[in-house]
């Protein structure tokens, strides 16, 4: 069965720090990546999303930046962090092709704080 | 541009009643909506979906109605029960996108008063 991971879980960062949100996803292979932020009384803002190893597209301009080094490893880094960086990130993946018929399948999600 | 709406922020109900979550979207190309739950501090699952070649889907207590000319769709779940307290997430995509980027909603909190 599939499975994804993101890490840390929770963190506290102060501004102008450098940020590293790392997710795997396991048992299944070419996934579509995705990285979501779920800001204080906001919805689920799409950031990031990858079909692809090197293949990054940015939804939104911001102060972060996402690669994927590897078939299954999704990273979200930021060399400066910003206050308006806080926020719940999720990382999700889904079985790429064949139209969208399916969910997105989502990670336990990882609490930034930035002081 | 806001393009999946939930206006409600929240919304209590009486544990056996009856919930209804609302949605709206604006872009036509949308063709597929999905509901998500999500409880604190973890990441939102799967609860049901709808195409746009139907008007209702339903699975157990949670029934799904679109109303295309309206852009308008809505979660009902029937009875409410103290565990279904959440946030709910209304997504939607456009079925023909090889992206798989869903759009959701601003989410609405429910709960469910025992």
């Known amino acids: 069965s599939q499975t994804i991971h993101q890490w840390p879980a929770t963190l506290v960062q102060p501004v102008g720090s450098p940020l590293s949100l790392e997710c795997t996803v396991e048992g299944t292979s070419n996934p579509n990546l995705y990285w979501y932020r779920q800001a204080a009384g906001r919805g689920l803002q799409l950031l990031f999303y990858s079909v692809g190893i090197g293949q990054i597209s940015s939804e939104v301009p911001q102060n972060l930046s996402a690669s994927r080094p590897q078939d299954r490893q999704f990273i979200l880094s930021s060399k400066k962090l910003l206050l308006s960086d806080s926020g719940f990130y999720l990382c999700a993946w889904r079985i790429p092709g064949q139209g969208f018929t399916g969910e997105l399948f989502f990670g336990e999600g990882s609490r930034l704080t930035v002081l | 541009d806001q393009q999946v709406k939930q206006n409600s922020p929240s919304l209590s109900v009486q544990e056996g009643r009856i919930s209804i979550l609302n949605c709206d979207y604006t872009?036509?190309?949308?063709?597929?909506f999905l509901w998500y739950k999500k409880y604190p501090a973890e990441g939102p699952t799967f609860l049901i979906s709808i195409s746009s070649i139907k008007d209702k889907n339903e699975d157990g207590r949670f029934t799904v109605f679109l109303n295309k000319s309206a852009k308008h769709l809505s979660l009902h779940i029937v009875p409410s029960q103290p565990g279904d307290s959440a946030v709910y997430f209304c997504?939607?995509?456009?079925?023909?996108?090889?992206?798989?980027?869903?759009?959701f909603g601003q989410g609405t909190t429910l709960q469910v008063k025992p």
């Open positions: 997504a939607a995509i456009a079925g023909t996108s090889n992206t798989g980027k869903l759009i």
């Open positions: 872009n036509s190309m949308f063709d597929y």
